[in-house]
């Protein structure tokens, strides 16, 4: 049966490089890539599970109904088949800002989607532009590629030793996220992507004047361990990516073994990001049919007990949040679908996260449980500089986003504060680093450093970096 998926703009659709995210993490056939056909959307046959590349376009077809008309007249309905996860649909209009402003309440309306699905939020989405601190110049000897007034300090290289130490760096470095210490140092730890019993985090720690002091494992054994997020009580969360995967809670001060909680979900988890009001904490699943939980523990910073929900968004975009089971992925037509959910971050009461698939980053207003959309490369169309959002930080002093991309052209994007909005551009770029991903983002407590990964480097290896400059606000 045909039914609508998205409402998606001027863009190519990509397929996910990690086949294995959706054949051994979740069980489910890969997105397949999607051609656009002028003026009309395709259907487009079946992959095996877990094929990779384009799928050929076939004759299109569109359910009988009515075509809302945007500005420009640019517009028709994308519709596809779902089936095992996959999503297939075309693209074929791109909005400007200055159509989204043309937009009224009834337009609006009009492109709202059926009970199930997402009205498409139009809340003053972010816009390419020129970010505060200039264009990118040339890559250093690591690839690494930055704007004037800014540099790179490698701190961790996968299987050689962390600088000043022993400890080896691990694999295929991950989500991460950094801890004040009282010596006025902090300690930044590391998720490790690695498949079997090889995954875990690892943490370096620094003095005040950002020396390397120490590095060690915190957490060993676990399988896929993708993003996470830090607890107000300073403990970090080491989320596993794949259908039996679980959160781990961490001491990121000194070695040792993470306790696994298992009334936070069994799913392929990716991030999970603490209100640090009421210490609720809100989980991402990376798969096709992922949906957004949150884990209300029975006591404020014990999360071995407590109550995990997933969410249900109306057409108004306000989130309802029913109870499920925590034993299993939640499928409920009665809960809202998101697009392989990945990196998330509090500020303030405002949750921020990505979804993949879609090329979307999201804001849910806690308070009152309302979700917007801040950025949308279908917007932009071929301008947009972020495709693939992975990892989110925020950096606190200015309130800027930084976004990792999964893969597209392996940066690291800035969603800058600015009085008339948020303006998108790349920050960093990992250049030559083919085959590899953006993860990690982190800055320091005092937002003056920001820590940063390339997961597979070169030829495999991780490479971590540390970014110092004049960060505004810092």
Known sequence: MLSPLSYEGGIKTRSSRFARRFDDRCGSSVVASTTTLAGRCASHPEPRPGARGSAAATRPTLPPGPEPALPDGHFTRCWGERN??????CCHWVMHRRDVLKLGLGTAAALSFGPGFWRQALAAPAVVGDGPYGPLGPPDGLG????????????G????????????????????ATFPTGDGGWVYASNSELNGTRGGASAVRFAADGSIVDAYRIL?????NCAGGATPQGTWLSCEEFRNGRV??????????????????????????????????????????GRLYRFRPNRRGDLSSGRLEAAAVDRASHVRWLPVSPQ?????????P???????????????????SDN??????????????????????????????????VHAPSGDLYVAEDADDIQLVLLANDPGGRIASPFLQFAGHTGSEVAGPAFTPDGSRLYVTSQRGFDGDGLTFEISGPFRGS
Do not use: M
């Not at 299993?328 to 809202?336: C, E, I, L, M, N």
């Open 328 to 336: 299993r992925p939640y499928r409920g037509k009665d809960t809202t």
């Open 220 to 224: 060993g054994g676990t399988k896929y």
């Open 360 to 393: 979307k980053v999201w804001e849910l207003d806690v308070s009152t449980d309302r979700l917007d959309v801040v950025y949308d490369a279908a917007l932009l169309g071929d301008q947009a500089p972020l495709r693939e959002p992975d990892n989110v930080t």
């Open 157 to 176: 290289w996968t299987g050689k030793p962390v600088a000043g130490t022993g400890y080896l760096w691990h694999g295929e470095p991950d989500g991460g």
């Open 84 to 89: 095992l996860g996959a999503r297939y649909g």
């Open 248 to 289: 781990w809670e961490c001491d990121p001060f000194r070695p040792g073994q993470g306790v696994v909680r298992p009334a936070l979900g069994t799913f392929a988890h990716e991030a999970a990001a603490v209100d640090p009001v009421t210490g609720v904490v809100y989980l991402t699943e990376d798969d096709g049919e």
């Open 144 to 155: 690494v590629r930055l704007p004037s007034g800014f540099r790179a300090r490698l701190i």
């Open 338 to 356: 998101f697009d392989r959910g990945e990196g998330a971050w509090f500020s303030g009461r405002r949750l921020y996260f990505c979804t993949t």
